[in-house]
């Protein structure tokens, strides 16, 4: 299977098993929380409507409730099981749960202005991340804020090879248990080793037109392994 023309399809396998696995990993729910708190929304989100682009099981769409929680959360996957998975939970009548991919928002009803974009380990995934990057510029409100929240370990010799570690000894095993395939898991380890290091992240977020571009990691294992990316629609 090529995983990465057919993500969606491949967490509608996993999507079952998604939410324990990710729970296993110390600190997952915690680091969204803080790239959410990152992002510096006021008043709780108070009359603002966020985006939270390729929400998964609503993990990511719950950290991004928990720093705005009086806001309007529109919450977008591509994979009709992980939205099965995240629409067992109780959610607020504030947030909206749509099945989409990122590059058909528009074709999905999914449409501007937004106060905030918060798009959790989906930017690694996607064939051509310019033209999406592009689309979140458009869809932000001047001045409004992107956060990515992203593994990127091409620039440390130290975190790839935590990477490596953690991945092939862990990650991948406790998949193939929980699932019956490790491809899944395989794709995870090679998509994060192929992806842009932070430097190279930050300048694409430039190429695509954001301003007050930087970056923060993590504490724990995951330092230097997973970071926030904070970008600016420019005004």
Known sequence: M??????????????????????????????LRLSARRMGLPAGGDGMRLL???????????????????????????????????????????????????EQLAESGV?????????????????????TLHTFRELLRPGATLAVHEYSVRDSWTARAMWNLVSTTIIIPMGRIRTGDASLYRYLRDSVNDFDGASTFLNRLRDNGFVDVRSATMSGWQRGVVHTFLAQAPQ
């Open 2 to 31: 090529n995983v990465r023309r057919d993500v969606p399809l491949a967490f509608d396998a996993g999507a079952a098993a998604y939410d324990g696995l990710v729970g296993a990993n110390p600190g997952y729910h915690d680091h």
């Open 52 to 102: 939270d682009a390729g929400c998964g099981t609503g993990a990511s769409t719950s950290a991004l409730l928990a720093a705005a929680p009086h806001a309007e959360i529109i919450a977008v996957d591509g994979s009709a099981g992980m939205l099965a998975q995240a629409g067992t939970k109780n959610w607020p009548a504030s947030v909206h749960f749509v099945q989409s991919y990122v």
């Open 111 to 131: 449409q501007g202005p937004f106060d905030g974009i918060f798009a959790a380990y989906l930017v690694r995934n996607l064939a051509d991340p310019d033209t």
